[in-house]
């Protein structure tokens, strides 16, 4: 079964801290970009970050620079969203997906990507 797996969402205070996980199984992430995607109440999905199978380079929305860190360990088939200084509008259920042809023109459009993750909730509020 091909399957990705988010986990660490929840509820934070503005400017806490969460790391998101994403965790595949039934294939490895290796040859993958991983897209960290999010959907707010009433909004439509938007791309947050990626991060490259080729190099490893990693992109983020205007949004989200300086505060939020994608990385990978494909020891563990897994890809992290280090999340920082957290705002009341990063609220949105996240969503982890794969996909084996990303390029720089398609990686922020979700249709792109083959496989997606069930989401997991992150809400920031005092």
């Known amino acids: 079964q091909v399957q990705l797996v988010e986990s660490g969402g929840g509820l934070v205070q503005p400017g806490g801290s969460l790391r998101l996980s994403c965790a595949a199984s039934g294939f490895t992430l290796d040859y993958y970009t991983i897209g960290w995607f999010r959907q707010a109440p009433g909004k439509e999905r938007e791309g947050v970050s990626c991060i490259s199978s080729s190099d490893g380079s990693a992109y983020y929305a205007d949004s989200v620079k300086g505060r939020f860190t994608i990385s990978r360990d494909n020891a563990r088939n897994t890809v992290y969203l280090q999340m920082n200084s957290l705002k009341p509008e990063d609220t949105a259920v996240y969503y982890c997906?794969?996909?084996?042809?990303?390029?720089?023109?398609?990686?922020?459009?979700?249709?792109?990507?083959?496989?997606w993750g069930q989401g997991t909730q992150v809400t920031v509020s005092s």
């Open positions: 997906a794969a996909g084996p042809e990303i390029t720089l023109a398609t990686m922020w459009r979700p249709y792109e990507y083959e496989y």
